[in-house]
């Protein structure tokens, strides 16, 4: 019988290998695009020439020191354009064909700060091009029990966008984060369904929201809930609704408010 039992091994090594490379050649197209500012490290070798090879962050002026050049400037240029820049000017006056490798050592000069009912509020340094569905998904996505359902975007001139968790998902309509970016994912208002439902707890509040919709929301009552007798709790006050009348459409529907709490006990029958 054939050896069957090694062949998926087999695959599946075939798969992450070839997902190792994508992942490789992707990380190494962002730092080809990366632009370099202040505070970025950059690693330097000029090949056969070892004296030529250091480490060194970004000043703030956007330049760095480098042997019989004295300084080069770095700032708003991408690795291939520092690396063509230094490899010309050894070219011209000292070297016969250098070869210069330049690489990206430390990501500091484009901060974007994530706020709000996220998973994982902080600053962070962009690396390279990136979408906002991809930064949400680097640090956690937004809190699902927290979330207004909302990002509000300000960029540093000041422009504001809003949009839509749901949006994002679509790539359609996703946008790119810039350097400086504030993230801020606002966190929604909720009301509570407690009680004799299928699912008790929070529900997202939307205007108009009401009664016989968060009874739904919370999954319907049980065969034991009291409809004729259920109460919200409001800023310390109860409201008693028949919510019985309601759902047979003798009684209008009552709106909820941000913070309520809706009570559905047993009923003693």
């Known amino acids: 019988l054939p050896n069957t039992l090694s062949e998926p091994p087999e695959i599946s090594l075939n798969l992450l290998i070839s997902a190792l490379f994508m992942c490789l050649a992707a990380t190494s197209a962002a730092a080809q695009e990366y632009v370099l500012?202040?505070?970025?490290?950059?690693?330097?070798?000029?090949?056969?020439?070892?004296?030529?090879?250091?480490?060194?962050?970004?000043?703030?002026?956007?330049?760095?020191?480098?042997?019989?050049?004295?300084?080069?400037?770095?700032?708003?240029?991408?690795?291939?354009?520092?690396?063509?820049?230094?490899?010309?000017?050894?070219?011209?006056?000292?070297?016969?064909?250098?070869?210069?490798?330049?690489?990206?050592?430390?990501?500091?000069?484009?901060?974007?700060?994530?706020?709000?009912?996220?998973?994982?509020?902080?600053v962070y340094f962009l690396t390279g091009p990136t979408t906002l569905r991809e930064f949400l998904t680097s640090h956690g996505w937004v809190d699902p029990e927290k979330t207004s359902g909302e990002i509000i975007l300000r960029r540093a001139d000041g422009e504001t966008i809003r949009i839509m968790v749901a949006e994002i998902e679509d790539k359609f309509h996703d946008l790119?984060?810039?350097?400086?970016?504030?993230?801020?994912?606002?966190?929604?208002?909720?009301?509570?369904?407690?009680?004799?439902?299928?699912?008790p707890g929070a529900i997202r509040y939307l205007d108009g929201l009401t009664v016989s919709q968060s009874l739904t929301h919370a999954g319907g009552a049980s065969q034991l809930a009291k409809l004729r007798k259920v109460f919200i709790l409001r800023d310390g006050k109860t409201i008693q609704v028949n919510l019985k009348r309601v759902l047979d459409g003798r009684d209008a529907d009552v709106e909820m408010r941000p913070g309520d709490q809706l009570i559905i006990k047993e009923s003693p029958l």
């Open 37 to 122: 500012g202040p505070e970025d490290g950059i690693g330097i070798e000029v090949y056969g020439h070892p004296d030529l090879t250091l480490n060194a962050l970004v000043s703030a002026e956007g330049t760095i020191p480098f042997p019989f050049l004295e300084t080069v400037d770095v700032a708003n240029l991408t690795v291939p354009q520092i690396s063509e820049n230094i490899r010309a000017r050894l070219e011209a006056d000292f070297l016969v064909n250098p070869h210069v490798t330049v690489k990206i050592t430390r990501y500091h000069s484009q901060p974007v700060q994530l706020t709000g009912a996220v998973k994982q509020a902080g």
């Open 176 to 199: 790119v984060v810039m350097p400086h970016d504030d993230i801020h994912a606002p966190e929604g208002q909720f009301v509570y369904v407690d009680g004799e439902v299928s699912k």
